[in-house]
């Protein structure tokens, strides 16, 4: 994927995403304990795939990483969507 094809959201997202104690910080604030207790965060690293379609990158981020799960290898998946404005349903939405 070109860095040209992407929106400035979408590279702007990408370059906060690739610095390690932001990622670790971003997880450990938004993930169940429970999930956290079998991820290690310091074997977290961000992927170059996307499956976001063409059409929909002026609107939605997908970012994955690569971790370990109670030490096997796999993955978390993060879709994002930029919002202008704020709005309670936005997590319903997806």
């Known amino acids: 994927m070109s860095k040209s094809r992407l929106s400035p959201h979408d590279r702007f997202i990408r370059s906060v995403f690739t ?3 932001i ?3 971003f997880f450990e604030t ?3 304990q429970k999930v956290k207790e079998t991820i290690d965060l310091n074997t977290i ?3 170059k795939d996307s499956f976001i379609d063409d ?3 002026q609107q939605i981020s997908d970012i994955l990483f690569a971790t370990k799960f109670n030490n096997e ?3 978390i998946y993060c879709l994002l969507e ?3 404005t704020p709005d309670k349903m936005l997590p319903l939405r997806l």
């Open 19 to 21: 610095n390690p104690k």
């Open 23 to 25: 990622v670790r910080e």
């Open 30 to 32: 938004h993930l169940p």
């Open 45 to 47: 690293q961000p992927q």
């Open 55 to 57: 059409k929909l990158r």
């Open 73 to 75: 290898e796999g993955y």
């Open 82 to 84: 930029h919002a202008s």
